[in-house]
């Protein structure tokens, strides 16, 4: 069954990346037609719109976009592309599942963290003030209805997937009414998930046990700062940003993109890794009921990381995004 999709071609090392993931889905046969816009800061210099109104229009009738990283200025006059896309389409389920490859070595073996961060809310939901020259305020928000549904995305994904337990990270001892309500909520839902065990921890004491107990972290469920800043420190125990895919569900849209970001630093270079924004694309390949090329796709991408020959520099090797993603290719 063919599938049209909206596909961001963002900037940085977006256009790169983007560029060997469609040509991998082509060579796996994924059956998609594509409808691509260029979003970003060079797109705004041109047309006056980081985003243009026919990219909005595309995503609200083919509801799956692929999205690859955009820059976000830093700065006032700029808000994030990102933080916009997902509160505007109610993307309130991000998942990012840090998995070890046995290929990529690195000091942490067998981790399997997949971790839910809610999306729309808490000190991202972009109420600041400046009260005086000397004084800013930023608030946090948490809401009963934003709470329970990432929760229960996280447990929903436990029980269906047979994972055992799923951890509340949070900081309630000091935030005690917003986090406090966080957690509790966290307890009210685990109750209809019976076979699902659930506990809760703090948040500055699970960045220290990521770190020396990675193994004993299952389903991770938490507000949206710490959930970016700890989904961060998850890509690097599994060798790194460019292997952490990720997913952006709402009721209505889906958006797949890579957990990191433009990487200016290495942008044009053609060294960038498309690792996580493929296996994002493989999410996003599962979500269409195109299981089948998703595994084919990761079994590729598996041989090639085994072989070892054909690596970018962020996982040792020497190879370009061209040559690692012409392997996949020869391997599909
Ligand atoms: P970054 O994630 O772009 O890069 C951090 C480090 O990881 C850099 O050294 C970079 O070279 C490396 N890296 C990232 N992805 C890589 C890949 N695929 N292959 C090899 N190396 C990779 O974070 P940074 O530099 O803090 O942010 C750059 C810009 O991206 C900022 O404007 C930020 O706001 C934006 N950003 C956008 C995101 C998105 O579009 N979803 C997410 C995160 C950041
Ligand atoms: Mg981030």
């Given at each position: 069954?063919?599938n049209?999709?909206?596909?961001?071609?963002?900037?940085?090392?977006?256009?790169?990346?983007?560029d060997?993931?469609?040509?991998?889905?082509?060579?796996?046969?994924?059956?998609?037609?594509?409808e691509?816009?260029?979003?970003?800061?060079?797109?705004?210099?041109?047309?006056?719109?980081?985003?243009?109104?026919?990219?909005?229009?595309?995503?609200?009738?083919?509801?799956?976009?692929l999205?690859?990283?955009?820059?976000t200025?830093?700065?006032?006059?700029?808000?994030?592309?990102n933080?916009?896309?997902?509160?505007?389409y109610?993307?309130?389920?991000?998942?990012?599942?840090?998995?070890?490859?046995?290929?990529?070595?690195?000091?942490?073996?067998?981790?399997?963290?997949v971790?839910?961060?809610?999306n729309?809310?808490?000190?991202?939901?972009?109420?600041?003030?400046?009260?005086?020259?000397?004084?800013?305020?930023?608030?946090?928000?948490?809401?009963?209805k934003c709470?329970?549904?990432?929760i229960?995305?996280?447990?929903?994904?436990?029980?269906?997937?047979?994972?055992?337990?799923?951890?509340?990270?949070?900081?309630?001892?000091?935030?005690?009414?917003?986090?406090?309500?966080?957690?509790?909520?966290?307890?009210?839902?685990?109750?209809?998930?019976?076979?699902?065990q659930?506990?809760d921890?703090?948040?500055?004491?699970?960045?220290?046990?990521?770190?020396?107990?990675?193994q004993?972290?299952?389903?991770?469920?938490?507000?949206?700062?710490?959930?970016?800043?700890?989904?961060d420190?998850?890509?690097?125990?599994?060798?790194?940003?460019g292997?952490?895919?990720?997913?952006?569900m709402?009721?209505?849209?889906a958006?797949f993109?890579?957990?990191?970001?433009?990487?200016?630093?290495?942008?044009?270079?053609?060294?960038a890794?498309?690792?996580?924004?493929?296996?994002?694309?493989?999410?996003m390949?599962?979500?269409?009921?195109k299981?089948?090329?998703?595994?084919?796709?990761?079994?590729?991408?598996?041989e090639?990381?085994?072989?070892?020959?054909?690596?970018?520099p962020?996982?040792?090797?020497?190879?370009g995004?061209?040559?690692?993603?012409?392997?996949?290719?020869?391997?599909?």
């Open positions: 069954e063919k049209t999709i909206t596909v961001f071609k963002g900037d940085g090392i977006g256009p790169e990346i983007t060997a993931v469609l040509k991998i889905l082509d060579a796996a046969g994924a059956g998609l037609e594509y691509i816009f260029r979003v970003g800061a060079a797109e705004y210099e041109e047309n006056g719109a980081l985003i243009p109104e026919a990219g909005f229009a595309s995503f609200e009738k083919n509801r799956v976009l999205k690859s990283p955009i820059t200025p830093l700065g006032t006059g700029f808000r994030s592309l933080v916009m896309l997902r509160k505007k109610d993307l309130y389920a991000n998942m990012r599942p840090a998995r070890s490859n046995s290929a990529v070595k690195t000091p942490f073996e067998n981790v399997d963290i971790m839910f961060r809610e729309t809310e808490d000190l991202y939901a972009g109420v600041e003030t400046q009260v005086d020259q000397d004084t800013a305020h930023s608030i946090k928000i948490i809401t009963r709470s329970e549904r990432i229960r995305a996280a447990f929903g994904y436990a029980q269906k997937n047979g994972r055992k337990k799923v951890t509340c990270v949070h900081k309630a001892n000091i935030m005690k009414i917003s986090d406090g309500l966080f957690r509790d909520i966290f307890y009210e839902v685990s109750k209809e998930y019976p076979q699902v659930a506990e921890k703090i948040v500055d004491n699970v960045a220290m046990q990521l770190v020396m107990q990675p004993k972290f299952d389903v991770i469920v938490t507000e949206n700062l710490y959930g970016d800043i700890l989904s420190l998850t890509s690097g125990l599994i060798g790194g940003l292997l952490l895919p990720s997913s952006n709402g009721e209505d849209f958006m993109e890579a957990v990191h970001g433009s990487a200016p630093d290495i942008a044009g270079k053609g060294i890794n498309p690792t996580a924004f493929l296996w994002s694309a493989c999410m390949l599962e979500h269409l009921g299981q089948e090329t998703a595994v084919k796709i990761r079994r590729a991408v598996d090639v990381l085994r072989q070892g020959t054909a690596l970018t962020d996982l040792g090797g020497t190879a995004t061209k040559e690692y993603t012409e392997e996949i290719i020869r391997q599909l």
